[in-house]
């Protein structure tokens, strides 16, 4: 029921699945670059290398 309803206020403002889908992607990859990148520079492990 809540995803119909997600989906049809999407398509009323225009925006398409494949877009929220791209999004999705590209905020995941700059995440992680972020915990890559930027967290050792402030001494924080990345989540992933934590033991």
Do not use: H, K, N, T
Request: hydrophobic share 65%; proline share 6%.
């Amino acid at each position: 029921m809540a995803d119909i309803a997600v989906e049809r206020g999407m398509r009323a403002q225009g925006i398409d699945w494949s877009a929220a889908v791209v999004a999705g992607l590209v905020g995941g990859i700059v995440f992680l670059m972020m915990e890559m990148v930027l967290m050792p520079l402030f001494g924080f492990a990345p989540s992933m290398w934590a033991p």
